[in-house]
């Protein structure tokens, strides 16, 4: 069974601090890793999708690294904005979603 | 581009009442759509998989008498919570795979929006 784990659970940074937010799985036969945002009570916004032959995937101010044969994926935002607060996870597997319990950010203006 | 709606956004129900909860995709088909649980603090969990036109496959501990699962269209899926209870308390969220028939490297899922289920 394919577990996901997302180091650190919180993180508070001041306006303009580059975020690192870590993922690591136990099985490195994925088909694609993914990260989403979630908003308090909301529902989840796809951010980046990085597919199993691929390295990395950018967006924006978005970075996404994947290394399957540590079992690890690295999510940078860079310049980090207020706007960032929010809740990040990390989710590996095809379709049946296999999900980290996230890292909580919050960017102090 | 492609929306997953869920209706209601948020039900209170009394201990022991059925609730249910729709999942429908606005400008695409959907064969497959999944149901998602995620209690305070903790990660997503797949709790089924719906499937148009046949029975759900439920997870491992998933049971399936009480979570039913009606996926009568290719455009709504429902989850009835039978005879809830306060542990049923959580955030239930549904997904839907938009097929771009170039397999499945091409098909994008979508999420809902979520649906706040508390049992009194």
């Known amino acids: 069974k394919q577990e996901v784990t997302q180091i650190p659970a919180a993180l508070s940074v001041p306006e303009g601090e580059n975020l690192v937010l870590n993922c690591s799985f136990t099985?490195?036969?994925?088909?694609?890793l993914q990260w989403f945002r979630q908003d308090p009570g909301k529902g989840l916004t796809s951010l980046l999708l990085?597919?199993?032959?691929?390295r990395e995937q950018t967006s924006g101010r978005l970075n996404a690294s994947l290394d399957k044969s540590s079992g690890r994926s690295t999510l940078y935002i860079a310049a980090s904005q207020p706007g960032d607060s929010a809740t990040y996870l990390c989710?590996?597997?095809?379709?049946?979603?296999?999900f980290g319990a996230g890292t909580t950010v919050t960017v102090r203006a | 581009g492609a929306v997953v709606s869920q209706h209601p956004s948020r039900v209170i129900c009394k201990s022991g009442t059925s609730v249910k909860i729709e999942c429908r995709s606005l400008?695409?088909?959907?064969?497959?759509m999944f149901w998602y649980r995620q209690f305070p603090k903790q990660s997503l969990m797949l709790m089924a998989t719906?499937?148009?036109?046949?029975?759900?496959?439920?997870e491992q501990g998933v049971e399936k008498d009480k979570f039913l699962i009606n996926h009568a269209s290719l455009t709504l899926s429902t989850l009835t919570v039978t005879s809830a209870h306060p542990e049923d308390s959580s955030f239930y969220i549904c997904?839907?795979?938009?097929?771009?028939?170039?397999?499945?490297?091409?098909?994008?899922?979508?999420f809902g929006p979520g649906t706040r289920l508390t049992v009194l």
């Open positions: 997904s839907a795979i938009r097929t771009s028939g170039s397999g499945p490297a091409s098909d994008t899922q979508y």
């Open positions: 099985d490195s036969a994925i088909y694609n």
């Open positions: 990085i597919q199993s032959s691929q």
């Open positions: 989710a590996v597997g095809d379709y049946k979603l296999s």
């Open positions: 400008d695409f088909q959907a064969t497959t």
């Open positions: 719906s499937n148009e036109g046949s029975k759900a496959t439920y």
